[in-house]
């Protein structure tokens, strides 16, 4: 019961830092990266689909992505989806693919990020903090109904502690990762 406990405590602050790490990714850097394309969607015929469903994407220099759209007919839709996006890129199309040029990104660009990276960092934290919340009431209910003593509560609530001082430190390991790939030129 108590184990059980833990190990879902752990399954959902490892799955909160999993989210920030996939948020995390779809941040514009400096590179080029498919990633970014993931928030695009494109109506197709009625239905908003994913960009990377409807189109191969590939990366043929560091700082461009080349989208070949597997029906040509889409061509025209998937470059006003792009220019309606947030990316604050311009598509250019040859008929055949779509390029998109990444520019350098501007320091003042590059600090918006770090702050919106940091943002995401806390959410994870807050969000690893409330499972640890949680994990402590079911601890305390597990008590009350006799099911554990004062002392296993009492090591249970510093494992839990511990997991999630674990947990908290990763989100900033990997926050300060990204605020330095993003800061660099």
């Given at each position: 019961?108590?184990?059980?406990?833990?190990?879902?405590?752990?399954?959902?602050?490892?799955?909160?830092?999993?989210?920030?790490?996939?948020?995390?990714?779809?941040?514009?850097?400096?590179?080029?990266?498919?990633?970014?394309?993931?928030?695009?969607?494109?109506?197709?015929?009625?239905?908003?689909?994913?960009?990377?469903?409807?189109?191969?994407?590939?990366v043929p220099e560091p700082r461009q992505l080349m989208i070949t759209p597997y029906d040509k007919s889409m061509l025209g839709t998937i470059e006003k989806a792009i220019q309606k996006s947030d990316l604050?890129?311009?598509?250019?199309?040859?008929?055949?693919?779509?390029?998109?040029?990444?520019?350098?990104?501007?320091?003042?660009?590059?600090?918006?990020?770090?702050?919106?990276?940091?943002?995401?960092?806390?959410?994870?934290?807050?969000?690893?903090?409330?499972?640890?919340?949680?994990?402590?009431?079911?601890?305390?209910?597990?008590?009350?109904?006799?099911?554990?003593?004062?002392?296993?509560?009492?090591?249970?609530?510093?494992?839990?502690?511990?997991?999630?001082?674990?947990?908290?430190?990763?989100?900033?390991?990997?926050?300060?990762?990204?605020?330095?790939?993003?800061?660099?030129?």
């Amino acid at each position: 019961m108590v184990e059980d406990i833990l190990k879902d405590a752990e399954r959902r602050m490892k799955q909160a830092i999993d989210a920030m790490v996939h948020d995390f990714s779809t941040y514009r850097t400096g590179r080029a990266n498919p990633v970014v394309l993931e928030r695009v969607h494109v109506e197709y015929y009625g239905v908003e689909t994913p960009l990377n469903q409807m189109a191969n994407i590939t990366v043929p220099e560091p700082r461009q992505l080349m989208i070949t759209p597997y029906d040509k007919s889409m061509l025209g839709t998937i470059e006003k989806a792009i220019q309606k996006s947030d990316l604050g890129i311009n598509p250019s199309s040859d008929g055949i693919c779509i390029r998109l040029n990444f520019p350098q990104m501007t320091e003042d660009r590059r600090k918006e990020l770090v702050k919106q990276v940091n943002n995401r960092a806390e959410q994870a934290c807050v969000a690893v903090r409330n499972v640890r919340r949680d994990a402590n009431e079911h601890l305390k209910a597990a008590m009350k109904n006799k099911e554990i003593g004062e002392d296993d509560e009492k090591a249970f609530e510093a494992k839990i502690q511990k997991m999630t001082d674990k947990f908290v430190a990763e989100a900033h390991d990997l926050q300060k990762k990204k605020d330095a790939e993003l800061m660099e030129i």
